[in-house]
């Protein structure tokens, strides 16, 4: 029998790997092929570019502004008071209370007078036995019965006993206690019946009709000032109420130690302002009619180099600006800006000079309030 041929079943499986072999070259050939395309085709695409800022923006526009100074300062009365009792004795009347207003001279306080009133009767006899004795004695010295001496002395004790009735009388005219200025009782430490001790505070009077607010004022602002000027006082108290007063004076020197004179300012007391009330005070010292305007919100953190960001052609430009007044949450400028130019008010921090930036809000709105603000104050 002879032995079986292998060398068939052999060439199939040669065949086989070398199909394998050539498959896996074309597969890698076609994936170089087509990683050569695609790179290609991402080379042919421009690069892309930085995403835009979204930003705020307000246009630089006309509006009148004012020059001044702003600070805060508590309201004080014109004229305060400390009534005191100036004897002693019992209130049998206490005749006002905290709130009334009162007159200069009106009567508060009715004291017990029974013990003055006999000083008074005391003194009024002696007085009267003197002027007596004194009439009698100028007769006698003509009569030449008494010497000029005694009759000297006979007009000092005279003398002496009217300045001690005049004395008493001014006592008993104390037992009535009195309002010294006219004003408001602002405070009472007395009940009828109390016995009050000579000098004790029992009323605390405060003028109202005119109030006064004190500044201390940097030395750098002395030159603008001036008596007369227009105050604007708003207080915590009031919330959205403004009232208007004048410079009534100004303290003429500096005090070396602190780098500020006095400013002191009057308001008419209407009712609603009150003293002791925290006012914030402004001085318009310059006005200008018809200046352009940003807000202050759009000037960039330097104090040495002030400057905005304006958007040109779709990019943040860094502006240099000069500075002129600054009014409330706008600023003059002078100089870098044109009406019209927009401003960034939000989303500076993000920007650099050249980033692209998108608009968002409606800065026609915006500019819109300058005008209407502008057309109130021309008002």
Not at 154 to 169: H, S, V, W
Request: proline share 5%; glycine share 8%; hydrophobic share 40%.
């Amino acid at each position: 029998m002879s032995r079986p041929d292998f060398t068939a079943g052999r060439l199939p499986m040669r065949a086989l790997r070398a199909s394998a072999l050539i498959c896996v070259f074309v597969f890698a050939l076609a994936a170089c092929k087509k990683g050569d395309g695609e790179a290609q085709a991402k080379s042919g695409d421009k690069p892309k570019g930085p995403d835009a800022v979204p930003v705020e923006v307000v246009k630089a526009a006309h509006r009148p502004v004012a020059a001044s100074y702003t600070g805060t300062a508590a309201l004080e009365p014109r004229g305060e008071s400390q009534v005191v009792a100036k004897t002693s004795g019992v209130a049998l009347a206490v005749m006002v209370e905290e709130g009334q207003v009162v007159r200069a001279g009106q009567p508060l306080v009715r004291l017990d007078p029974d013990r003055s009133r006999l000083a008074v009767a005391q003194a009024s006899a002696q007085m009267h036995k003197l002027e007596n004795n004194y009439n009698r004695a100028k007769q006698l010295v003509t009569q030449q019965m008494i010497s000029a001496n005694d009759v000297d002395q006979i007009k000092f004790d005279l003398e002496n006993a009217r300045a001690q009735y005049t004395m008493a009388t001014l006592e008993l005219s104390y037992t009535t206690v009195v309002a010294p200025i006219s004003g408001v009782i602002a405070s009472r430490s007395i009940k009828t019946g109390n016995f009050v001790q000579i000098n004790t505070p029992i009323f605390r009077i405060v003028d109202n009709s005119r109030l006064e607010a004190t500044l201390n004022v940097p030395e750098r602002e002395i030159a603008t000032l001036k008596a007369g000027q227009p105050v604007e006082l708003t207080a915590d108290a009031l919330p959205g109420q403004s009232f208007t007063g004048t410079v009534d004076r100004i303290a003429p020197v500096v005090d070396s130690g602190s780098g500020t004179f006095r400013v002191v300012c009057a308001f008419t007391g209407d009712g609603l302002l009150q003293p002791g009330m925290f006012g914030r005070i402004k001085i318009d010292y310059d006005k200008r009619a018809d200046a352009l305007v940003v807000p202050r919100v759009a000037l960039l953190d330097d104090d040495a180099d002030p400057a905005v960001f304006a958007v040109r052609n779709g990019k943040a430009a860094r502006v240099s600006v000069k500075l002129g007044y600054m009014d409330g949450e706008w600023v003059e400028i002078r100089e870098g800006l044109k009406p019209g130019d927009g401003v960034v008010t939000a989303g500076k921090i993000a920007l650099r000079d050249g980033t692209p930036v998108e608009i968002i809000g409606d800065a026609k709105k915006t500019t819109a309030k300058v005008e209407v603000e502008a057309a109130g104050k021309k008002k």
